[in-house]
């Protein structure tokens, strides 16, 4: 598969997708996937998120839950709705508290979650496991065209 067919796939660019309403928390996301050798792209809700993968073909994305206008689960329905964005790899961040939203959150498509306050460490670690995921369905995806 191309990068021209499929601009959404493993074959995009070490985009990173940071989608938080706290400014200072997307920076620090920013920080941490940037020295880790991502490209950080940042937006304050889901729908900002949409408005900015409709520019920039992002490999993962990384979300909290509660945001205002469009939160974390509406952003990941909108996502496996959307032919192009349906493959993306998200992370949901959440808070201690958030159990029964986090289970609406993978059932809604979620790739992994993460807890609050987030790790430099397990940031990059779910993304690193979240992008071969990604790969290894990208492949099998292939070989099931060519078989």
């Given at each position: 598969?191309?990068?021209?067919?499929?601009?959404?796939?493993?074959?995009?660019?070490?985009?990173?997708?940071?989608?938080?309403?706290?400014?200072?928390?997307?920076?620090?996301?920013?920080?941490?996937?940037q020295q880790a050798g991502y490209?950080?792209?940042?937006?304050?809700?889901?729908?900002?998120?949409?408005?900015?993968?409709?520019?920039?073909?992002?490999?993962?994305?990384?979300?909290?839950?509660?945001?205002?206008?469009?939160?974390?689960?509406?952003?990941?329905?909108?996502?496996?709705?959307?032919?192009?964005?349906?493959?993306?790899?998200?992370?949901?961040?959440?808070?201690?508290?958030?159990?029964?939203?986090?289970?609406?959150?993978?059932?809604?498509?979620?790739?992994?979650?993460?807890?609050?306050?987030?790790?430099?460490?397990?940031?990059?670690?779910?993304?690193?496991?979240a992008s071969r995921h990604d790969?290894?369905?990208?492949?099998m995806a292939v070989q099931d065209?060519?078989?």
């Amino acid at each position: 598969m191309s990068h021209d067919s499929h601009p959404y796939s493993a074959e995009s660019p070490r985009l990173v997708l940071i989608v938080d309403d706290c400014r200072m928390t997307r920076r620090l996301l920013a920080m941490y996937v940037q020295q880790a050798g991502y490209e950080p792209i940042v937006a304050e809700n889901g729908l900002d998120a949409l408005e900015k993968l409709g520019r920039e073909p992002c490999s993962i994305i990384v979300t909290d839950l509660n945001m205002p206008q469009m939160d974390g689960v509406e952003l990941i329905h909108a996502l496996r709705a959307h032919p192009l964005y349906n493959r993306i790899p998200v992370i949901l961040l959440t808070t201690q508290g958030e159990e029964e939203e986090r289970r609406n959150g993978l059932a809604a498509g979620a790739t992994a979650f993460l807890t609050k306050p987030i790790t430099q460490s397990a940031l990059i670690r779910e993304i690193e496991r979240a992008s071969r995921h990604d790969q290894e369905a990208l492949s099998m995806a292939v070989q099931d065209l060519e078989s």
